[in-house]
């Protein structure tokens, strides 16, 4: 019974400690394949969603959810007495008060990076833009070493440069100009109804999820584009290089900014001041700048459906889960958590969007996968000597202070006992009984004190 009871709360601990990396495998993965479809699926009344407003919308729903968290901390310390406005008060001279407008700058890299996100998506297929996107480590590893001074070993300076041959082999195209531009221009349909749904699960069609649309009428250039999207995969490489700089920039900066603080302040209070501070260039320079003319014309929520709904919240939620266990996962967990994120992308685009693997893909994909794994994971080592155990360290205040004889001193504070000394025992000689002294040697009387005692006096 007493072994029962043991083995449920491990399980519930390895069940617990499972989860975060879970939670995010789950949203990174749902993200990606829900951004890449909403940007080319059938528009809704023939218009396609502002991805400004997405963002928008993306830190609203961060903010929301921070700010009620935060909330509830404050209150947990709170009399029951305090009024609601007072909670409300001292939240917000806690998220305006000490180095919060540093957090400004990785807020405003982080919409930087969600706008990016997604351009790459709406012109790469889901399974490049995910291994292309793993450039992160290298543009993270290149600011740490910059502005946190980080050490690099070479090992991970190898797999680094591994990882940028496998995004270089992804990218080759190897596929005719002709089939390239068929590609591009081909659109997918996903069943939009569970009747559509049942149906493609009993066979219905070619025994493929997906319906591949043409474009075949005429009509302005703009409304071409919008039925059927054009991927132009050279501006999804340069917008998803955009955001691992922006995303590895704004990581290190937060980081140096915690270290820097003097103030304990807690992680909910952070998420709202990154939120806070993220809404102002959301808000003014994608919406009211980039795109307020077309706000103005057809509504802030054109072309919205569910699964741009779905995006939103599931990016607002992954980038709360990522900030809050941050700390907690363990890095060999990290580094697990991002290669099933690629493995299942890969398998999706290939299920879903009809992905069609080539061989440099294949490579490309295992040499980023074995350098993503082996970079986040501390413990591996190439190396046999990593085989022995650490060397033994002993500080200072453990050794023994020799003095100028060589014999070791006593602390100045410790109760000891001094014995008589003869000559003989200084000279290195000892003996069972007495003898006489060598010839040179004076005897030297007993090192008692004046009170005939063997203690010294303190």
Same mark, same amino acid.
């Given at each position: +019974?007493?072994?029962?009871?043991? &083995?449920?709360? @491990?399980?519930? &601990?390895? %069940?617990a400690s499972l989860a975060p990396w879970i939670l995010f495998t789950a949203e990174s993965t749902a993200f990606v394949l829900l951004a890449h479809y909403s940007r080319v699926m059938p528009p809704t009344d023939g218009k396609r969603y502002l991805t400004s407003t997405a963002v928008f919308l993306v830190e609203v729903v961060k903010l929301a959810i921070s700010l009620t968290m935060a909330l509830y901390d404050v209150s947990k310390t709170a009399p029951p007495s305090m009024p609601a406005t007072s909670l409300f008060f001292s939240l917000t001279s806690a998220v305006f008060s000490g180095d919060s407008w540093k957090l400004a700058i990785p807020a405003a890299l982080d919409v930087l990076s969600n706008s990016l996100l997604?351009? %790459?998506? @709406?012109?790469? &297929? %889901? !399974?490049?833009?995910? *291994?292309?996107?793993?450039?992160?480590?290298?543009?993270t590893a290149i600011f740490g070493l910059m502005l946190l001074k980080r050490s690099i070993p070479a090992r991970k300076w190898g797999l680094l440069? $591994?990882? =940028? =041959? /496998?995004? !270089? $082999?992804v990218q080759i195209p190897d596929a005719s100009p002709e089939q390239m531009l068929q590609d591009d221009h081909a659109s997918y349909h996903f069943p939009r109804s569970l009747e559509e749904w049942k149906a493609v699960k009993q066979g219905a069609g070619a025994g493929s999820s997906l319906h591949k649309r043409s474009a075949t009428y005429e009509g302005i250039e703009e409304d071409i584009l919008t039925a059927d999207p054009h991927l132009n995969p050279a501006i999804g490489l340069l917008a998803t290089i955009g955001a691992s700089l922006a995303s590895g920039l704004a990581g290190i900066y937060f980081e140096k900014v915690l270290k820097d603080s003097s103030n304990h302040i807690s992680l909910w209070v952070r998420n709202v001041q990154l939120a806070v501070y993220s809404l102002f260039p959301a808000l003014f320079i994608g919406i009211v700048f980039r795109d307020g003319e077309k706000i103005a014309e057809d509504g802030?929520?054109?072309?919205?459906?569910? %699964?741009?709904?779905?995006?939103? *919240? *599931?990016? !607002?939620? /992954?980038?709360? =889960? @990522?900030a809050f266990y941050a700390s907690n996962v363990q890095r060999d967990a990290r580094s697990l958590a991002t290669t099933a994120n690629i493995i299942l992308s890969i398998v999706g685009s290939i299920w879903l969007f009809e992905y069609e693997v080539t061989a440099s893909f294949l490579l490309g994909s295992a040499a980023v996968l074995v350098a993503t794994?082996?970079? /986040?994971?501390?413990?591996?080592? #190439? !190396? +046999?000597? @990593? $085989? &022995?155990? #650490? #060397?033994?360290r002993i500080d200072a205040y453990e050794k023994d202070p020799a003095g100028p004889d060589g014999s070791p001193v006593a602390p100045p504070n410790d109760f000891s006992i001094k014995l008589p000394t003869s000559p003989f025992l200084s000279d290195g000689m000892s003996s069972s009984r007495p003898t006489s002294p060598a010839p040179g040697h004076t005897r030297v009387s007993s090192s008692r004190n004046a009170s005939a005692s063997y203690f010294d006096e303190k």
């Open positions: +019974m007493g072994e029962r009871t043991q &083995r449920q709360p @491990s399980g519930l &601990r390895a %069940a997604y351009i %790459a998506l @709406s012109n790469l &297929r %889901a !399974a490049s833009f995910q *291994i292309t996107f793993q450039l992160k480590f290298l543009t440069l $591994l990882l =940028v =041959v /496998g995004v !270089a $082999l802030f929520f054109q072309g919205y459906n569910w %699964a741009v709904w779905t995006t939103i *919240i *599931i990016q !607002a939620l /992954g980038g709360i =889960v @990522s794994h082996y970079y /986040g994971n501390p413990t591996f080592n #190439p !190396a +046999m000597g @990593s $085989l &022995r155990p #650490p #060397p033994i």
